[in-house]
């Protein structure tokens, strides 16, 4: 396509800060030829306080003539944990399909890393991003007194893990390694857990090149910490996801570096793309938010709208800079003029 | 009491030769005037082979007449994933009401951790251990078809989380920092996270001299590699404590280190204390194993039972072990001896 229609979302804290920057970089990475429209949008926190709400019906409507989203960041303590989380980010991931949450984990050379040793770490997690325990199905009887019982029911359907499976196997096969490891925790929650399981293995007979693995989510955090080298793909569920991607994201290079991807393969909803961190309202507005997150993110974006070269231009720009950065401090602005210049050129 | 009466549970695998370590340093360490009466008992792959029980009415009415229970590992890949982990350790977790399950980490000078710069680590986590997803309860409809939905049930009760939320805080209160962190996914799990929120911020002012804090999982799991010094006591859900526990044992001396409490601390029922490694059948009958989870283990079951001085008494010894093992490669049995010369003398 010859236009990006791009829906845009700062959201809160750095959120505004980290968009802007990605915003920059995109504009430096696209060919003459594509036209690129953004239209931003005021979710989050702010909007929240002034009218109670955090995503209507006429603002998904509105959303889904983009071709894609851009998301900074969306949280503030000033509003109820959960409420904006549950109302407005897993409320599109849902509505929108995003069944694979694509969180890729790479250390660069000269990255730090609070373990030991520069370790070779380059592998990429396929979270599925619409069942498991993220549902929203539960509930609570005699809330608030001695006699509570609430529940939190994880939902998994043949349909959705099978989709997600073999986006992950078709990933794995088009990687070098062409590893493909399933994380769960088939011991004990064995319905969900059988259901993981017999689907990957099923899929795995139309891939033979690709070597399969599998671990349990407490195993798989050990070797996060002390084998990463040995993850090409990752598949798993929602939650295991979550907690994997946060703590693959702390090995390589931390939060500041780790983008996303909410995306919905069939292309019938928009894809969003986001830095895993937070509105990390505690340094918002000081400059002093890393941007490259968002940065990847909208290389991830590019990849998903075709953009390949554009796309891979944005990585090698990210990798020298990262590569090059050492000590230097340098404010969110500062760092996305440089990996703007160095795309541009 | 003056006589411990322990049912030893040696399991599969490394199981045998750790627990047999565990036993010769307990019986270094136990005074005089302490009788020991062990009774070994055989649940694991091997029997579940033989007879296709994993535990049985009777095997629990024998096992409730103990003080305590000692268990080295159950679990072999001959055994379908999930068979005796669910037929052994979790029914006996359940049956016995376990309900804290205690998982210390403390990296002592000198011993290796996958971190940089040898981070002070030396807190405890508190992991819930009847409840949450673990409870068995869910199901699956049109089970391997293209239509199968499977589904787990967290179950949490303000009974259950307040019982464990209240142990944690009392040992919070015990310690020189005295400070406690919930760890849960409150903004995502919303009912089980508002009754662990609520229940934890109202035992909160009986214990007016914690510090408390709150992470996501998905969070804590960062601060883990990033700042672990910033943890003293955790408390959290079974299945999440399951997660950051693997983790916490791969950053404070790996797994062949990391040392488990399931207790009841009423004492209606024996508490089982066991290793945080399993089976691990790769190694197994070549006298690799490190014993010092178990022997930790042992510490943890004497404390339970009244000992004080004689867990202590271990744990000084497993410290002045590890801080001088260096590179040094033991046996199994080696590393056994040398720990109860140290106990002993
Ligand atoms: C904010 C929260 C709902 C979200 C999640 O749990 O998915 C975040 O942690 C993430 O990983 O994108
Ligand atoms: C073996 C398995 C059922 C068990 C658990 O998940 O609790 C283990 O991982 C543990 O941490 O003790």
């Keep these: 396509s010859h236009s990006i229609n791009l829906a845009v979302i700062p959201g809160d804290g750095i959120g505004q800060e980290v968009v802007a920057q990605g915003l920059k970089v995109l504009a430096a990475a696209l060919p003459q030829d594509v036209k ?80 030991k040793g520069q370790p070779e770490i380059d592998f990429i997690v396929v979270r599925e991003g619409t069942e498991g325990p993220y549902t929203g199905n539960g509930g609570s009887i005699r809330t608030g007194t001695p006699h509570e019982v609430a529940t939190e029911v994880s939902v998994n359907t043949a349909f959705g893990v099978e989709r997600v499976v073999r986006d992950a196997f078709a990933r794995a096969q088009a990687r070098p390694r062409k590893k493909l490891t399933l994380v769960h925790k088939n011991n004990v929650l064995a319905y969900a857990g059988h259901l993981w399981t017999n689907i990957f293995n099923k899929v795995a007979e139309e891939f033979p090149e690709v070597t399969t693995d599998y671990l349990h989510v407490d195993a798989a955090t050990i070797f996060l910490v002390t084998q990463p080298e040995r993850f090409d793909v990752i598949v798993t569920d929602n939650l295991f996801g979550d907690i994997i991607t946060d703590l693959a994201a702390a090995v390589s290079g931390g939060i500041g570096v780790a983008a996303s991807g909410n995306i919905n393969p069939s292309g019938e909803f928009p894809s969003m793309f986001e830095p895993v961190h937070g509105s990390a309202p505690d340094i918002a507005g000081q400059g002093k938010a890393d941007p490259t997150a968002t940065v990847l993110s909208v290389a991830l974006l590019l990849r998903h709208l075709g953009h390949e070269t554009q796309a891979g231009r944005i990585e090698q720009a990210v990798a020298a800079d990262l590569t090059e950065r050492g000590d230097s401090v340098r404010t969110t602005d500062e760092i996305g003029d440089a990996l703007a210049v160095r795309v541009a050129s």
């Design 36 to 115: 690129l429209e953004t239209k931003e949008y005021d979710f989050g926190a702010k909007r929240y306080h002034a009218t109670g709400e955090t995503l209507t019906d006429a603002d998904v409507e509105a959303l889904k003539q983009h071709d894609a989203i851009l998301l900074g960041a969306i949280g503030d303590p000033s509003v109820p944990s959960g409420v904006l989380e549950r109302g407005f980010l897993l409320k599109l991931r849902f509505l929108f399909d995003h069944h694979v949450n694509l969180r890729p984990s790479k250390l660069l050379p000269g990255v730090s890393t609070p373990l």
